[in-house]
């Protein structure tokens, strides 16, 4: 099993929508969690931080559910702008081992 | 505005070259990491140094190996380059923790022929 996994989609969706990610992580250990952001051919960009009372920027929303190892990223009133990959991301501290885990990303694609 | 920069945007290698993939950060951070991103299997993490002359293997680190002189710069190594490691390569550096994520470079391109 994938430490995180989301959904590849492509989720293609008419501008103005709302559109919902998630995504869920194996490890509960778990301490640092985030959304990126990768254009196509470009690196990943942090788009926001995801923190347990949940988070807002703007038209994201972000949501953490420990219980149950859950991230969620709402996008409202959908731009042309917004078709990326977006990724989840974990963080933990083990033993000898600090560094991000990703998802393999979640495709959108906003059409006029 | 702070940076991440590697050297090579594309670079195109023959089977067997040892090949140089530099990356520098000005940012003073401790951590630094190398990444692969290949379709359909995400970025999967290389090698990674918290500190200068420390190295740490991550979960492929086959075929490579890095190089930390200076805590601005992380360089990796593939010793003898395959095809199977024609990808795009992603170097990274964070702060002490996690808090704050990663910031990124442009990323290189590598082709092995």
């Known amino acids: 099993r994938k430490e995180v996994e989301q959904d590849p989609g492509p989720f293609n969706v008419p501008e103005g929508a709302t559109v919902a990610f998630n995504c869920t992580y194996s490890?509960?250990?778990?301490?640092?969690f985030f959304w990126y952001r990768q254009d196509c051919r470009k690196e990943p960009k942090l788009l926001m931080s995801?923190?347990?009372s949940g988070n807002e920027d703007g038209r994201f929303t972000a949501q953490l559910n420990r219980a149950s190892q859950y991230i969620s990223l709402l996008i409202r009133d959908s731009k042309l702008s917004d078709s990326a990959t977006y990724l989840c991301?974990?963080?933990?501290?083990?033993?000898?081992?600090?560094?991000?885990?990703f998802g393999s990303g979640t495709r959108l694609q906003v059409q006029p | 505005d702070v940076k991440v920069t590697q050297s090579s945007r594309y670079l195109v290698k023959r089977t067997g070259e040892k090949v140089f993939l530099e990356c520098v950060q000005d940012?003073?951070?401790?951590?630094m990491f190398w990444y692969r991103q290949d379709p359909g299997l995400g970025l999967r993490l290389i090698y990674f140094?918290?500190?200068?002359?420390?190295?740490e293997k991550g979960d492929i680190p086959e075929g490579y190996s890095v190089s930390r002189e200076k805590k601005e710069r992380f360089s990796l190594i593939l010793e003898s380059a395959s095809t199977n490691q024609t990808s795009m390569y992603l170097c990274?550096?964070?702060?002490?923790?996690?808090?704050?994520?990663?910031?990124f470079g442009s990323g290189t391109r590598l082709t092995v022929v």
């Open positions: 990274a550096s964070s702060p002490g923790d996690l808090t704050y994520g990663y910031t």
């Open positions: 490890n509960s250990a778990s301490q640092s």
């Open positions: 995801v923190y347990s």
């Open positions: 991301v974990v963080g933990h501290i083990n033993t000898g081992r600090r560094a991000l885990t």
């Open positions: 940012m003073d951070h401790e951590n």
């Open positions: 140094s918290y500190d200068v002359k420390m190295k």
